[in-house]
């Protein structure tokens, strides 16, 4: 069992940068694929970044591709999500998930084995 929580959200104005993390514990961290998503009011929870087991390769959502950076330190358990250029429309709650499946990162959720309790992003204008 993987538990993972979240830290680091809050309020940004637009154009500023806001860095989340994800710390897991229990598990072996290094046998999952990590990923951020987020869902916004009456939306649908969306992948947004995602990194493989050792960190060599990242994917990221068109609508957040040269803003965002994800990163992973197996040291210490944790996956993070830096946040550049924050247009209002990044408001979110931002969810960390763990996943066996690199699919889970391609919109299959069911896929996804672990998630966090999220953090709430806010990107006023």
């Known amino acids: 069992q993987v538990q993972l929580v979240e830290s680091g959200g809050g309020l940004v104005q637009a154009g500023g940068s806001l860095r989340v993390s994800c710390a897991a514990s229990?598990?072996?961290?290094?046998?999952?694929?990590m990923g951020w998503f987020r869902q916004a009011p009456g939306k649908e929870r969306e992948s947004v970044a995602a990194?493989?087991?050792?960190?060599?390769?990242?994917h990221y959502a068109d609508s957040v591709k040269g803003r965002f950076t994800i990163s992973r330190d197996n040291a210490k358990k944790t996956v993070y999500l830096q946040m550049n250029s924050l247009k209002p429309e990044d408001t979110a709650i931002y969810y960390c998930?763990?996943?066996?499946?690199?699919?889970?990162?391609?919109?299959?959720?069911?896929?996804?084995?672990?998630w966090g309790q999220g953090t709430q992003v806010t990107v006023s204008s």
């Open positions: 998930a763990a996943s066996r499946s690199w699919t889970c990162y391609s919109g299959t959720l069911s896929l996804c084995n672990y």
């Open positions: 229990g598990g072996l961290f290094s046998s999952y694929a």
């Open positions: 990194i493989d087991w050792g960190g060599a390769n990242t």
